[in-house]
């Protein structure tokens, strides 16, 4: 029965196979036809019209302006070859016609120019300009000829539309130049009834095999946003939006540098017109389309550099007050308050100016000289994914896009507006704490971008219906946003768990129809050095955060008297909003509180996600951990690099991306740390007197130096951790031989116990991750497979090694809960509140420290204490009641920490 049924369907799909066969025949032969008959109709055209000759054409070579004087003047505003890329060759591929929006014969002369010059598609036909007094004299001859022959024939002015001169053009492979908006063609097409160049392309496409590419360009001459007001200067030179005559020469003289030429992607004509939406509806609607759809790209692409139209705050706090639902909720406020409607107006208004940003591009230039003397002064370089900033570039054009970075040093959110505004994008808005608005940065930081936020909402209903309106208003007017999911700076080196309050408002603006989309940019900024070391080392023990103020600013000035290596900058994969909720199936506005919140936490964890798997390895990372992963009180150069070489095999296996200095010369790399951590008293030689470092070179590290270490070890940890969990697991099998099977009960406690430590994938399994483990540990020579038994693997005496120096990137963490527990042992719940609960953890832990009961200077951190107290609470431990609990988690972590000790 099943041949029979397998015969029949080979049968028919073979002649299924037959047909379709015959069809593309058929379709070959067809095109062949077709392209037969073009060529007939284009040797007709042409045998017909031998002497057409039209002022619209641009051979090149000026009457009365030379080349070379072109070429000169062009030649200041440089061209990016990464831009042009999408041209290469593209005119073999169809018709090329290049889409300006103003009218200007400067763009075309410039194209022209400079495409030429790169050996790219150059246009020389241009709709409705005429180059007549460009031309040379024997051109013009020529024209005046043909058309006084054409006069004396048929009474009137030949056109190049009705004598299909573009179309015999564009089919010998020249490109073409049209512009979407000049005053005297709109008269033209709509009252004189005169050609349309849109609908002259479309009429071309319908009868033309090659498809026809448009290409949206512009010529930016200054990145200053449009205003709602015009100024002055505007009138008398012309807007940055259409720019006159001597302001583009005033910018080409002064800062040619500045002036940016954008290329957005082609459009096939052919592909448009074959959409379902416009195949059937007539010419019209199909050209009327169309110029809204260029235009629209147009827009989009001039938003992408100078941003979206820029209102004064005062235009803002007006938009944002007066809306309906805003008036409503301030009435209804002021009676729950018993104020006057005055009162809370004036309460409104108020809120605005503590919050709004002022961005100023005076104070972004001043910025941007400061910020490159005080980048060249105190890093290396800064190695920056370019190719992630062209995707922010071209992601803002169809949504507000929110860069998600995470939150290292002060630094990040400079480094992110320098960089984005030196490479022709707006600076974005950047959400930034209240406590950053002192005298004078508050004002420079809010002229850059920045707007401010309360570290809680707690209680001010006002306030904060009033900050989620004016992120409402960010997003409806295009505006890019910076927030940071962790909330503030991570002083362990590794990522915080997320903060959702922010994220939140954001949902909820996009659900109240605030934009189109949300896109979501992931970003990586890292350090080889932070600035802020020693401060954070400072808090992390106990000590009090020093408050941003004025004498803080001036005390900065001493870190610019060193160097701290190189920054690293990196995007993830963007992500829209709508894509994300389609793939999960969910429906925003059905969504109740709780399942929004759900919503939250679940992005929030697939940002932290991305940003880990964008992360860059440094080498002071992998030394840092091998140095305190070392299990004796002192440890040789040899026995370092062995367990350096085991995590290097483990991040190639796992793909992940290395700084540059790793890629080209790791041993020089990792060697230049060594060194460098020895000259910073962070490792002591053991021997003071040996000159050189050799294999056989001891080292030492004080335990006042390990919270320095641990913040750099952190910083690379999110690669080790399923490793280590792995690694954990194996040991605690307490044999040579185990299966898969027997490691996921482990590995999934360790995965839950560690929450708020690290964050990981939910779409990828247990046991995927430890299959993914296994893999690298037999590359590694850790494990070797069983032959007898499949998914069965032996432990090598070299690996029990290896193995525990992963399973030793836990051990402050475990040594850290184990304090916390002690707390929990002691006091009942609610004994004391959440801040003078962390004071009992760090004094236990002292104690503990000093007993020697716990053994690492990095476990009295105050950041894995707050994290302990937050798993056990909802776990079910609150205080010396719940024993039972606490017995069971005890045994646990000691059982764990005998695993990695012993």
């Known amino acids: 029965m099943d041949t029979d049924v397998n015969a029949a369907t080979g049968t028919d799909n073979t002649v299924t196979n037959t047909e379709t066969d015959n069809a593309v025949t058929n379709t070959k032969t067809d095109n062949l036809v077709a392209n037969t008959e073009a060529d007939n109709l284009v040797t007709n055209t042409e045998t017909n019209n031998t002497n057409d000759y039209f002022a619209c054409f641009y051979p090149g070579n000026s009457g009365f302006l030379p080349s070379y004087i072109i070429n000169r003047f062009f030649d200041k505003i440089k061209l990016d070859l990464k831009k042009t890329e999408k041209l290469n060759r593209l005119n073999e591929k169809g018709v090329v016609v290049y889409v300006g929006k103003y009218k200007s014969l400067f763009e075309f002369l410039y194209y022209h120019t400079a495409f030429k010059k790169s050996a790219l598609p150059y246009p020389e036909l241009a709709f409705d300009v005429k180059f007549f007094f460009l031309l040379p004299a024997k051109e013009i001859f020529r024209i005046i000829v043909s058309q006084c022959k054409h006069i004396l024939k048929h009474f009137k002015m030949k056109n190049p539309y009705q004598t299909q001169y573009f179309d015999r053009e564009f089919l010998k492979g020249r490109a073409g130049f049209l512009h979407m908006i000049e005053g005297k063609n709109f008269y033209r097409r709509f009252v004189e009834a005169k050609p349309d160049p849109l609908r002259h392309l479309i009429e071309f496409q319908k009868n033309s095999i090659k498809p026809v590419f448009l290409i949206p360009q512009a010529i930016v001459f200054s990145t200053k946003p449009v205003r709602t007001t015009s100024t002055f200067m505007d009138i008398l030179l012309g807007s940055n939006e259409k720019p006159g005559k001597l302001k583009r020469l005033l910018a080409m003289w002064q800062k040619p540098e500045k002036i940016c030429v954008e290329i957005s992607a082609p459009l096939n004509l052919q592909n448009f017109l074959n959409r379902p939406d416009i195949k059937d509806i007539d010419e019209d609607f199909q050209t009327y389309t169309l110029r809204t759809h260029l235009m629209d790209l147009l827009n989009r692409q001039k938003k992408s550099i100078t941003g979206p139209v820029l209102k004064s705050r005062e235009e803002l706090t007006e938009d944002i007050l007066t809306q309906q639902s805003m008036q409503n909720f301030m009435r ?11 009162m809370t107006h004036k309460k409104a208004a108020s809120y605005i100016e503590e919050i709004a940003a002022d961005y100023n591009l005076n104070t972004i230039f001043m910025l941007e000289r400061l910020l490159t003397w005080v980048f060249n002064n105190i890093f290396e370089g800064l190695v920056v994914d370019y190719e992630g900033l062209d995707r922010i570039k071209e992601e803002s054009k169809k949504s507000p896009v929110i860069l998600a970075p995470c939150h290292k040093s002060h630094l990040d959110y400079l480094l992110l507006s320098y960089l984005m505004f030196k490479n022709n994008m707006p600076c974005p808005h950047i959400a930034a704490g209240k406590n950053l608005s002192f005298w004078p940065l508050g004002a420079i930081f809010r002229g850059g971008g920045a707007f401010f936020l309360r570290r809680t909402f707690k209680g001010a209903v006002l306030y904060s219906k009033i900050f989620a309106a004016y992120i409402e208003k960010m997003l409806s007017e295009g505006f890019n946003l910076e927030f940071f999911i962790e909330g503030g700076r991570s002083r362990t080196g590794k990522l915080l768990p997320p903060k959702l309050g922010f994220l939140s408002m954001l949902i909820k603006a996009y659900k109240n129809g605030a934009c189109e989309d949300l896109v979501f940019m992931p970003t990586y900024v890292g350090y080889d050095q932070v600035l802020e070391e020693a401060a954070y080392l400072h808090e992390i023990e106990g000590g009090k955060k020093n408050p941003e103020n004025l004498s803080q600013l001036i005390k900065a000035r001493k870190f610019l008297k060193k160097k701290y290596g190189k920054v690293y900058i990196k995007f993830h994969e963007p992500f829209y909003l709508s894509d994300y909720l389609d793939e999960k199936g969910l429906e925003l506005h059905s969504m109740d509180n709780d399942q929004h919140m759900e919503l939250c936490r679940s992005i929030g964890y697939k940002l932290l996600n991305a940003i880990n798997e964008t992360s860059i390895v440094t080498p002071h990372g992998i030394i840092a951990s091998a140095v305190l992963n070392s299990s004796g009180s ?35 790399a ?21 000159e050189e470092i050799t294999d056989n070179t001891r080292f030492f590290v004080k335990d006042n130096k390990r919270p320095i270490l641990d913040y750099y070890k952190n910083n690379t940890i999110c690669f080790f951790i399923p490793a280590a969990y792995t690694a954990i697991a194996i040991l605690k099998t307490d044999t040579f031989q185990f299966s898969s099977d027997d490691l996921t009960d482990t590995y999934r406690f360790l995965q839950n116990f560690f929450i708020d430590e690290f964050s990981f994938n939910e779409e990828k399994t247990c046991t995927e991750h ?15 497979p069983t032959p007898s038994f499949s998914d069965t693997y032996n432990l090598t005496s070299e690996g029990y090694r290896k193995l525990k120096g992963f399973s030793e990137f836990l051990r402050p ?30 004094a236990k832990g002292a104690s503990c420290y000093k007993r020697r009961e716990i053994l690492l200077k990095e476990s009295l951190s105050n950041i894995n204490y707050i994290n302990a107290a937050n798993f056990f609470i909802n776990n079910g431990v609150e205080g010396s009641e719940n024993s039972d609990k606490i017995k069971e988690y005890k045994d646990i972590i000691d059982n764990l920490l005998t695993i990695v000790t012993s």
């Open 332 to 342: 209804e406020y002021s009676e729950q308050e018993g104020e006057s409607q005055m």
């Open 634 to 668: 002192s440890f040789s150069k040899k026995e370092l690099m062995f367990r350096v070489n085991s995590y290097m095999n483990i991040l190639t296996i796992s793909n992940a991306e290395l700084a540059d200095t790793l890629t080209i010369d790791p041993d020089l």
């Open 670 to 690: 990792l060697n230049h740390v060594l060194v460098t951590f020895v000259s910073r008293k962070l490792i002591e030689l053991a021997d003071e007197t040996e």
């Open 770 to 784: 430890i299959h993914t483990c296994i893999k690298a540990f037999i590359d590694d020579g850790i494990l070797v």
């Open 813 to 842: 963490f475990l040594e850290s809960y184990k304090v916390a527990l002690m707390y929990f042992e002691k006091y009942p719940k609610d004994k004391h509140d959440s801040k003078d609960r962390i004071k009992k953890m760090q």
